[in-house]
């Protein structure tokens, strides 16, 4: 039904529920026979009123926002993780390019072909000025695909002129339809409205990227050495990268160990840390230890330079940074975190991630990688970690196959991340 116009049949799910929802659409950018694999689906409405209806119910079964009209007008692109496949929706209430009107909509919705119960496509004479529009006010090139469109014969010439000289192109499509050549529509970019528009677009451009604010997502995995945290991390990286592939999207693996950053802490490195976690786990916890309290609040600060030298500036950059141990790692390795004045407001302070994933191992599996601590530090360890889920957004990870793991933290990620990137 959606394989030979080139659409994973996945997205038959939000298509059902537009036609359950009595919304009628066009896939604007389709055709019978030449069709390329999609990014997203692109779904064209006849009036505002679809439009914000197709919106309504969409959002209502959980698809997310994620570029609203802010960013261009007339377009809203929503997302959704489903069946382990990234759903894109861009929903448009007007055939519009950078926000520059290029054709009317209403002509386009009325003149539609339907193909089948989900499919309804473009005239012939609207599938070449689409593509001709498409290529002159966003893309900038033409491919294969569009110039056997172009060849389309039999077409209504009258249509195609009263729609171009509608909206003041007409010579430029002619231009690229004969002769292949890419000019600048001037008529429509000159226009009051397009000028203000895109002197608003420019100056939101570099607005967005001055902005302190973190734009991408953090997640935490935490839990005891030997608890497969590092390989379940490398793993979601890979799946996301993949799912974000499309969207142009990062997701960056962070090793949050013990790798120093302030000068200070290389030449107190002479003092080994190994030593001083092999005492902290054997001796008797003390009731008060002014080494560990200023041990722990040192600590912070060299995790905290850790965060805003390498984290934080790919958080600004709309990045996903999942964490492989974070700043939490100390409460559940040092016994004395637990009695210590000092840790539970260092805790409080340091940056939180969106998501903190406690993996909930069993004692047998730790025993069996980490032969070298008695089980009751480990036990001990595990108890700790647990006690982490007071911190805000975090949620156990109970032990299961590595492809359970990775589909539950894939459902929490996505939403996280988008939230963050709205805008």
């Known amino acids: 039904m959606l394989k030979e116009y080139k659409i994973p049949e996945v997205y038959k799910i939000p298509l059902k529920i537009l036609k359950k929802s009595k919304i009628d659409y066009v896939l604007f950018k389709h055709t019978e026979k030449y069709n390329t694999p999609i990014g997203g689906l692109d779904i064209l409405f006849k009036n505002n009123k679809d439009y914000k209806r197709a919106m309504k119910v969409l959002q209502k079964n959980?698809?997310?926002?994620?570029?609203?009209?802010?960013?261009?007008?007339?377009?809203?692109?929503?997302?959704?993780?489903?069946?382990?496949?990234?759903?894109?929706?861009?929903?448009?209430?007007?055939i519009a390019w950078l926000g520059i009107k290029t054709l009317n909509q209403n002509k386009v919705t009325e003149r539609s072909k339907k193909m089948n119960s989900l499919?309804?496509?473009?005239?012939?004479?609207?599938?070449?000025?689409?593509?001709?529009?498409?290529?002159?006010?966003?893309?900038?090139?033409?491919?294969?695909?569009?110039?056997?469109?172009?060849?389309?014969?039999?077409?209504?010439?009258?249509?195609?002129?009263?729609q171009l000289e509608e909206y003041k192109w007409k010579t430029n499509f002619y231009k690229l339809i004969t002769n292949q050549k890419l000019t600048i529509p001037l008529k429509p970019l000159f226009n009051l409205r397009t000028q203000?528009?895109?002197?608003?677009?420019?100056?939101?451009?570099?607005?967005k990227r001055i902005s302190p604010k973190r734009k991408g997502a953090l997640i935490a995995l935490v839990g005891p050495n030997g608890s497969g945290k590092s390989t379940l991390t490398?793993?979601?990286?890979?799946?996301?990268?993949?799912?974000?592939?499309?969207?142009?999207?990062?997701?960056?693996y962070f090793?949050?160990?013990?790798?120093?950053?302030?000068?200070?802490?290389?030449?107190?490195?002479?003092?080994?840390?190994?030593?001083?976690y092999k005492t902290a786990t054997t001796e008797k916890i003390p009731k008060f230890s002014l080494k560990y309290e200023l041990f722990f609040t040192y600590l912070?600060?060299?995790?905290?330079?850790?965060?805003?030298?390498?984290?934080y500036p790919k958080l600004r950059n709309r990045e996903l940074v999942v964490c492989d141990r974070y700043f939490y790692h100390v409460y559940g390795q040092y016994p004395y975190?637990?009695?210590?004045i000092l840790m539970s407001v260092l805790l409080k302070l340091f940056p939180k991630p969106d998501q903190t994933l406690i993996i909930n191992t069993n004692i047998t599996t730790l025993t069996k990688r980490r032969k070298t601590i008695d089980t009751q530090n480990l036990k001990d360890q595990l108890r700790r970690y647990k006690q982490l889920i007071k911190i805000p957004n975090s949620q156990l990870?109970?032990?299961?196959?590595?492809?359970?793991?990775?589909?539950?933290?894939?459902?929490?990620?996505?939403?996280?991340?988008?939230?963050?990137?709205?805008?």
């Open 234 to 252: 490398k793993e979601s990286v890979k799946t996301y990268n993949n799912l974000f592939d499309k969207l142009k999207l990062k997701a960056n």
């Open 337 to 340: 975190a637990e009695k210590s």
């Open 62 to 94: 959980k698809y997310q926002s994620y570029l609203t009209e802010k960013n261009e007008p007339f377009k809203t692109m929503l997302i959704k993780y489903e069946k382990q496949f990234m759903l894109i929706l861009h929903l448009h209430r007007r």
């Open 255 to 276: 090793y949050f160990g013990w790798k120093p950053i302030l000068p200070t802490t290389k030449i107190l490195q002479k003092i080994p840390k190994k030593e001083m």
């Open 196 to 207: 203000l528009l895109l002197t608003k677009q420019v100056i939101q451009f570099f607005t």
């Open 119 to 162: 499919v309804s496509i473009p005239s012939k004479e609207d599938q070449v000025l689409i593509h001709a529009a498409h290529i002159l006010f966003e893309n900038r090139k033409i491919t294969q695909t569009e110039k056997k469109i172009f060849k389309n014969k039999n077409l209504d010439e009258d249509y195609i002129k009263l």
């Open 300 to 311: 912070f600060l060299e995790y905290l330079a850790t965060y805003f030298t390498k984290i």
């Open 397 to 423: 990870l109970n032990s299961g196959t590595m492809k359970q793991n990775l589909e539950t933290i894939n459902n929490q990620i996505w939403k996280k991340h988008f939230r963050r990137l709205k805008y």
